[in-house]
């Protein structure tokens, strides 16, 4: 890896662990800034964390960066399928929508350019779960220090979930 994009990714790493243990951000403005730094140091269009908690299969979008509400809300990819997948603990890599099953929605792909997508499952807790996924918007075959660095931005997500639930209890 180059140099400086490793100054980058670890200097990306330090600022949300500091985030994370400050006091200056609420949860939104933390997994919002989880999910940026995925997209732009990955070179994503765009990125989101969703959360599935246990007894709903609704993989709820508590975190987006880069893509439009119309695209989020609009079922692209198969829920069914990935919460399969994230409770296994998968890495999904879609890398052809248009011959892909799992792409429910190929309009709505079409429409806000993403062609590929990545993403990686996390266990918040024993009866919660979340995924990172990474939109692209030609085919992505992932570095294995990307895959690094969005398995530890995941953690670290998972990790400020955590804390806020924690925060919640005790308040």
């Known amino acids: 890896m180059e140099h400086s ?3 980058s990714y670890f200097f990306s790493l330090v600022r949300v662990t500091d985030v994370i243990y400050g006091e200056e951000g609420d949860l939104g403005d ?3 800034f989880i999910v940026s730094l995925a997209a732009e140091l990955t070179g994503a269009k765009g990125s989101t964390i969703r959360v599935l908690e246990q007894g709903s299969f609704n993989l709820k979008v508590v975190a987006s960066y880069g893509l ?3 695209y989020i809300n609009s079922g692209a990819i198969d829920f069914g399928k990935s919460i399969t997948e994230i409770m296994q603990g998968d890495v999904i890599i879609i890398n052809d929508f248009e011959n892909d099953s799992r792409i429910q929605n190929l309009e709505a792909a079409r429409l806000e350019g993403v062609s590929s997508v990545i ?4 266990t918040v807790n024993e ?4 995924i990172l996924r990474l939109y692209f918007s030609s085919k992505k075959i992932p570095t294995h220090d990307e895959m690094q660095l969005l398995n530890t931005l995941g953690k670290l997500g998972c990790l400020a ?9 005790s308040s």
């Open 119 to 122: 993403g990686i499952p996390f």
């Open 68 to 70: 439009s509400q119309r």
């Open 5 to 7: 994009k490793m100054d």
């Open 127 to 130: 009866s919660t779960y979340c």
């Open 161 to 169: 979930i955590e804390r806020a639930a924690i925060n919640d209890m």
């Open 30 to 32: 933390v997994l919002h």
